[in-house]
């Protein structure tokens, strides 16, 4: 009869879930840095206290 060694584990750690978490958090973070980088210029109007004076012109089409 062969007698179990008493340093060995029983079981080993599965560290396949704690892989597949650390990639998920990898590409969610690269995602947002690039989302957050990249970005368009506008070039917003400028606010006034002053009431417009044109006149809005209305345009319909009729078919």
Same mark, same amino acid.
């Given at each position: ?7 060995e584990p029983?079981?080993?750690?599965? !560290?396949?879930?704690? $892989? ?7 590409? *969610?973070f690269i995602?947002? %840095?690039? /989302?957050?980088?990249?970005? !368009?210029?506008?070039? $917003?109007?400028?606010a006034s206290?002053?009431?417009? *004076?044109?006149?809005?012109? %209305?345009? /319909?089409?009729?078919?």
């Amino acid at each position: 009869m062969k007698m179990q060694a008493e340093n060995e584990p029983y079981d080993e750690i599965n !560290i396949t879930p704690m $892989l597949d978490l650390a990639y998920v958090l990898l590409v *969610i973070f690269i995602i947002m %840095t690039t /989302a957050t980088v990249q970005g !368009i210029m506008v070039n $917003l109007p400028k606010a006034s206290d002053t009431p417009s *004076i044109a006149k809005s012109q %209305t345009k /319909a089409i009729t078919i």
